[in-house]
């Protein structure tokens, strides 16, 4: 075996050297990627979309734009790809978000879920 193809591994309790393979390593596997998904409804404008996209995603307003108009056309968006975890603290927040003070009917945040990649 040469240095190459292992590694040595030290036991100072043991006094034992053993080999450790490369191809014996195992890769660390990739965490499932989820979807976060924004639902139409027509309680809350444009301006409102673009503005939550921007606060809680980093989107910038056009990107928030074409975002609002794939919603508002297809009635739903996909506004983050990421983990489980951080997918639905997303959700969560635009859960939180609030209702649109532009439209005196909207009583609430918008729709949100998440759903696997």
Known sequence: MTEAAAAAVADP???VVAAVRPENRSRPRRQPRYH??????D???????????????GHP????F?????VDSKGRVVVLTTTKEHA???RDQIHAFGADKLL???????AASIEAE
Do not use: C
């Open 61 to 64: 307003p056009e990107t928030g």
């Open 43 to 57: 309680d809350h404008t444009f301006q409102y979309v673009i503005g939550m996209l921007k606060r809680l995603f």
């Open 66 to 70: 074409k975002l609002a108009e794939e």
């Open 104 to 110: 005196a009917r909207s009583k609430g945040s918008m």
């Open 36 to 41: 976060v998904v924004l639902w139409n409804d």
């Open 13 to 15: 309790a043991e006094g």
């Open 88 to 90: 639905e603290l997303k």
